[in-house]
């Protein structure tokens, strides 16, 4: 029976390579993002090299209209989606609160919070119906602590803890599954984004050890996805060995 994954955030990161993941498991890929060129040159690509099919929707997961558009009118070839990956997100800046700037505190709640609330609410509705399907929410270890000059992202992913949390209660009678996985510190655009291209300040994040890699999430994704229908994985938290917690991480 062929298998549809819906990943939002894929034209970079945790997103892209779930994507290359789940394709080289057969699955259909629903792709998403902004950055159309990227988007549908990872479309080709995947379909070429692992023969699935791939549909790329370039929207802002920010736009309630667009995400609706999109999400509502799909083909039917395309409605059934047995998996949703929540991964589209970032992180702008890294300043104290008093210092902060609004603008990017509400670009983030409105991607990491907001986006994330819009696609789930256009997909469930199908899910519901069907009885049938698994919500992947990419959270972050910000998620779970706190970290100095990390306020509004950590709160965003707080708040995205708590729909994690609400959502697998809520959904619990219609059999659909609600796993959030929490990285930390993983080298991908993240840093690059949050310091808004300075190159030097993002790659400094990961030197002296050795870091996540967005194929490690992948592949946990890939797990929780692929485990059978009464197995559930709740709530991972997954660190590179050289990361205790959110705050202590050991550089040589
Ligand atoms: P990347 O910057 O590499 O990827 C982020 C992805 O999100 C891109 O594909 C980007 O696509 C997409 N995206 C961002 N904003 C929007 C938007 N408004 N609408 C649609 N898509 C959007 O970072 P990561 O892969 O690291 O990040 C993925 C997720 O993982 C995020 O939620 C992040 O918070 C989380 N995370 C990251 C960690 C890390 O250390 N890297 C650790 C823990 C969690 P495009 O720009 O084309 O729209
Ligand atoms: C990304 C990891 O530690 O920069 O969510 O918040 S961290």
Redesign the pocket.
């Known amino acids: 029976m062929e298998k549809i994954v819906l990943i ?9 390579a779930i994507v290359e993941k789940f394709a080289a498991g057969k699955w259909n890929c629903i792709i ?4 159309a060129d ?2 549908h040159a990872i479309a080709d690509e995947i379909r070429e090299k692992h023969q699935v099919r791939v549909l790329s929707l370039v ?4 736009k309630k209209d667009e995400v609706f558009q999109n999400l509502t009118n799909l083909p039917e070839e395309w409605k059934d989606i047995d998996v949703l990956v929540n ?5 702008l800046g890294r300043d104290p609160f008093d210092e902060g700037n609004l603008g990017d505190w509400e670009t983030m709640i409105d ?2 919070v907001k ?1 994330l609330i819009y696609v789930t609410k256009a997909v469930v509705g199908n899910m519901v119906k069907r009885q049938h399907g698994h919500i992947i929410n ?5 998620g779970k602590e706190v970290y100095e000059k990390g306020n509004v992202y950590c709160a965003s ?1 707080f708040a995205v803890d708590a729909l994690n949390k609400s959502l697998r209660i809520d959904l619990l009678p219609h059999k659909i599954k609600v796993t959030a996985l ?5 080298d ?3 840093s690059l ?1 949050r310091f808004k291209g300075d190159e030097d300040k993002a790659r400094s994040i990961y030197n002296g050890y050795t870091p ?1 890699f ?1 194929e490690d999430v992948a592949d946990i994704a890939w797990y929780c996805a692929t485990l059978p229908p009464h197995v559930c994985i709740n709530d991972m938290v997954i660190t590179c060995t050289a990361q205790a917690n959110s705050v202590h991480l050991h550089k040589e």
């Open positions: 939002t955030g894929a034209t970079s990161g945790f997103g892209k998403t993002g902004r950055r990227r988007l929207f802002d997961v920010q991964n589209a997100g970032l992180a991607t990491n986006g990419i959270g972050s270890i910000a992913k929490h990285p930390g510190a993983a991908t655009e993240f984004v996540l967005a």
